[in-house]
């Protein structure tokens, strides 16, 4: 079973960039296609980035797209979200999400089985 682990979150101004990991444990994630989430409370949880388990193909929603960058590498065993530019409506609890298959679809949260615990992004303004 793959255990998930997310870091790299803090705090930031507006205009300002942060990189995210996710790092598994207890499985390689080469058979994994991956993706990262962001929920804020009382709001539904929304797609942010996927990526294909070889890292061929990404994919990412439209409120993020330009400013985001999804990348992993299956030798360490992690995947990256790098964001840049990053607005007050970026602040969230952002999620890394796992599904054993060769790409994933965003849009179907429920289809991600496996999910870290989330780590808390916060843009002030």
């Not at 439209?62 to 990256?80: E, F, L, P, Q």
């Amino acid at each position: 079973q793959v255990h998930l682990l997310e870091s790299g979150g803090g705090s930031v101004e507006t205009g300002e960039s942060l990189g995210l990991s996710c790092t598994a444990s207890g499985d390689t994630l080469e058979m994994y296609c991956m993706g990262w989430f962001r929920q804020v409370p009382g709001k539904p949880r929304e797609g942010v980035a996927s990526i294909s388990s070889s890292g061929g193909s990404t994919y990412y929603a439209h409120s993020v797209a330009g400013r985001v960058t999804i990348s992993r590498d299956n030798a360490k065993n992690t995947v990256y979200l790098q964001m840049a530019n990053l607005k007050p409506e970026d602040t969230a609890i952002y999620y890394c999400a796992a599904e054993r298959r060769n790409r994933c679809i965003l849009e179907r949260i429920p289809d991600f089985d496996i999910w870290g615990q989330g780590t808390q992004v916060t843009v002030s303004s």
